[in-house]
């Protein structure tokens, strides 16, 4: 059992940064895949980024790629989300979400976070 609670989010100009935190409870953490998804008004869930057990593999959304990168601490069961250069269409709900594999699909993940609210002004 994973307990995940977000934190981080914020209002910010277009073209700052943000960094979101999730930290996890629970004695297993290091054996999930970490991942951050993120809702608009209106529309679907959609994937952003995860990032294996060990880090060494990472997988992002394009268009993310180049301005976000996912990092873990097993240490303090914490993952993150460093957001740069944030545009007004990065405005979302983001959830992180503990799961079995490195997907884009929600079916992957089986525990989620309540979520942080981000907003990118123009």
């Given at each position: 059992q994973v307990q995940l609670v977000e934190s981080g989010g914020g209002l910010v100009?277009?073209?700052?940064?943000?960094?979101l935190s999730?930290?996890?409870s629970g004695r297993t953490f290091s054996s999930y895949i970490m991942g951050w998804f993120r809702q608009a008004p209106g529309k679907e869930r959609e994937f952003v980024s995860g990032v294996t057990w060990n880090g060494d593999r990472t997988y992002y959304t394009d268009s993310v790629k180049g301005r976000f990168t996912i990092s873990r601490d097993n240490a303090k069961n914490t993952?993150?989300?460093q957001m740069n250069s944030l545009k007004p269409e990065d405005t979302a709900v983001y959830y992180c979400a503990a799961?079995?594999?490195l997907s884009p699909r929600t079916?992957?993940?089986t525990y989620w976070g309540?979520?942080?609210?981000?907003?990118v002004s123009s």
């Open positions: 100009q277009a073209g700052g940064s943000l960094r999730c930290a996890a993952v993150y989300l799961g079995t594999a079916y992957d993940y309540q979520g942080t609210q981000v907003t």
